[in-house]
């Protein structure tokens, strides 16, 4: 993960196109074409769990600069694969034998929200 600071008017996903990256705001605000009931600042996290090729829901543009968490979706897949104390770190309960471990058991929102958020920081510490 990285952390990034854009400027206001920055497209971070476009409605339709592939999910690239989870992003997690940490300051600044963000507008959207459509309103879902999360509204939580993070964005496009679907991408983590999705072995299929995952769709951004909604266009997010930064209303002013902010700084957010980046999570390349490539990147955190292929440490999910290869890393078991990576995946430890993840409540996925999966007993399909498949290469990407986000199949199979799927957690709550919450829960994958918490587990995203308290790995993003532990990867910033």
């Known amino acids: ?16 196109r592939t ?20 509204g939580n600042g993070i964005i496009d996290e679907d991408c983590l769990l999705d072995s299929e090729e995952p769709i ?12 957010l968490v980046r999570i390349d979706r490539a990147k955190f897949v292929g440490a999910m694969t290869a890393h078991d104390d990576f995946r ?9 034998d498949v290469d990407v471990p986000v199949l199979g058991g799927r957690p709550s929102r919450p829960q994958m929200e918490m587990e ?9 510490a």
């Not at 940490?26 to 009931?37: F, H, P, Q, S, Y």
């Not at 993840?90 to 399909?96: A, I, L, T, W």
Request: overall charge negative; aromatic content about 4%; proline content about 2%.
């Open 56 to 67: 951004s829901l909604r266009t997010v543009v930064a209303a002013t600069a902010a700084e």
């Open 19 to 38: 999910a690239e990256a989870c992003w997690i705001l940490v300051t600044g605000r963000l507008d959207c074409d459509l309103t879902l009931d999360d």
């Open 88 to 96: 430890e770190h993840f409540n996925f309960d999966n007993d399909d």
């Open 1 to 16: 993960c990285e952390l990034r600071d854009v400027p206001a008017g920055t497209t971070l996903c476009r409605r339709g």
């Open 116 to 124: 995203i958020l308290g790995t993003t920081a532990a990867c910033l």
